[in-house]
């Protein structure tokens, strides 16, 4: 199995910037890519952006965080990133890391907040 682990998560004015990090441990070799979503009070989870853990770093973006969040990974440490510029309220939520294993199973992470606010 794999177990992650977030941290970075906590209270940021509008406009200014976090990085998230999630450490895997466990099954490293199952992790075809790993990725961040995220849940506001009363809110469905939706996807943030996801990563490819082997290869050509592809990485995928929802349209409301592109050119404001960057996603990255460093395999020598099993850790992803996820810097986070530019936050406005409505980043404002619960963060979570994901890793997807053989392609048909998903692993979670036990969350960290974010809140944009004056």
């Known amino acids: 199995q794999v177990h992650l682990v977030e941290s970075g998560g906590g209270l940021v004015q509008p406009g200014g910037s976090l990085r998230l990090s999630c450490a895997a441990s466990g099954n490293i070799g199952a992790i075809l890519a790993m990725g961040w979503s995220r849940q506001a009070p009363g809110t469905q989870r939706e996807p943030v952006a996801r990563i490819i853990v082997e290869g050509d770093t592809n990485s995928e973006y929802a349209d409301s965080v592109k050119g404001r969040f960057t996603i990255s990974r460093d395999n020598t440490e099993n850790t992803v990133y996820l810097q986070m510029n530019n936050l406005n309220p409505e980043d404002t939520a619960h963060y979570y890391c994901?890793?997807?294993?053989?392609?048909?199973?998903?692993?979670w992470g036990q969350g960290t907040l974010v809140n944009v606010s004056k």
């Open positions: 994901y890793a997807d294993l053989y392609g048909w199973l998903k692993v």
